[in-house]
């Protein structure tokens, strides 16, 4: 076994998954805090969108005009917010892809070779809090790099706890 080399960066590739859900945006303070306290460290911010809700916007939703140029728009301001949370020596790499949630994330992370993974708990949908998370359990199982995954639970408590 290795022994731990503090010269060494553990974290320098850092990706942070949003699905632009209050969990997410609890977590992205998370990875922040890692990227800030490894200078030169890289961020990313992968948001996928999922290939059945692309197809239902392609087949169903064309008859709205500019809807391509309109949902861009709302990623682009979404990614925004988490832009202007940056300090001056961070920068974030942004990629969004369309397909399988877990899939995706998995796969970008081997392709940039990450270090650590950060996202909530749970995403938008009833669907998934019901699952406990299906996506972040998937890429627990699966990743092949340290994974943190932040519960929204745990901000409420810290939040109380302040008071």
Known sequence: METFDPTKKTFARILFCTDFSENADFAFDFALDAATRRPGAELY????????????????IYEVED????????????????RSRLPEHVTLHVEIRIGKDS?????????????????????????????????????????????????????????????
């Not at 911010?45 to 169903?60: G, N």
């Not at 809807?67 to 728009?73: E, G, Y």
């Not at 995954?149 to 302040?162: M, N």
Request: proline share 2%.
């Open 103 to 163: 899939h995706e994330i998995l796969a970008f992370a081997r392709q940039k070779h990450i270090d650590l993974i950060v996202m909530g708990r749970q995403g938008r949908g009833s669907l998934q809090k019901a699952l406990f998370g299906n996506v972040a359990e998937k890429v627990v199982r699966k990743a092949d790099c340290a994974v943190l995954v932040v519960p929204l639970s745990y901000g409420r408590r810290r939040a109380a706890a302040e008071r």
């Open 67 to 82: 809807v391509d140029t309109k949902a861009k728009r709302d990623v682009d301001e979404r990614i925004a917010t988490y």
């Open 45 to 60: 911010l992968l948001h996928v969108i999922p290939e059945s809700d692309a197809q239902f916007w392609k087949t169903y």
